[in-house]
């Protein structure tokens, strides 16, 4: 049987975070050959940038490890969490605002902190905001995203495998 698995990445402003956890995910995804059972996407709690590409710093830290950015920013619908299976929140606060537009309490289960599934979380569940910071603030996110993304993908993939 031919089932899909949906997931959302969700930051503030969808230009810099989630675009890249998007990004990774979906090379990652490709190179595992899953790319038409994992549909996957990003969203911003904020709509501060809709339309928007990603911001231009982040844009060039995925290309110095080879991944390109292409998704536009879009703010995250409290109707998403109909369709999505897995919903991952960048921080804590990109959390609280999912938690208060969840429509029904059995959604729950669909959401999670993105670095819950970092392997390396030390208890840190943030993945820092890096858009008013240097440059260093760009490629910490990149290193966080490209170790969690891994786990992330085992995630769906049992869930995957529950609904085969
Ligand atoms: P993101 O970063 O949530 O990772 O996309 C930000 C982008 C824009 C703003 C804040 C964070 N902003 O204040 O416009």
Known sequence: ?????????????????????????????????????????????????AGNPPDARMQQTARDHGIHLNSRARQFQSSDFNQMDLVLAMDHSNMNALEQMRPEPELQDKLFLFRSFDPQHNNDLEVPDPYYGGGKGFETVYQIVERTCPKVLDHLKTMLAKKA
């Not at 995910?25 to 709509?47: M, N, P, T």
């Open 1 to 49: 049987m031919n089932s899909t698995v949906e997931v959302c990445f969700v930051c503030l402003g969808n230009i810099c975070r989630s675009p890249l956890a998007q990004g990774v995910f979906e090379a990652l995804v490709k190179e595992e050959g899953l790319q038409d059972r994992i549909i996957i996407s990003s969203a911003g709690v904020s709509g501060w940038h």
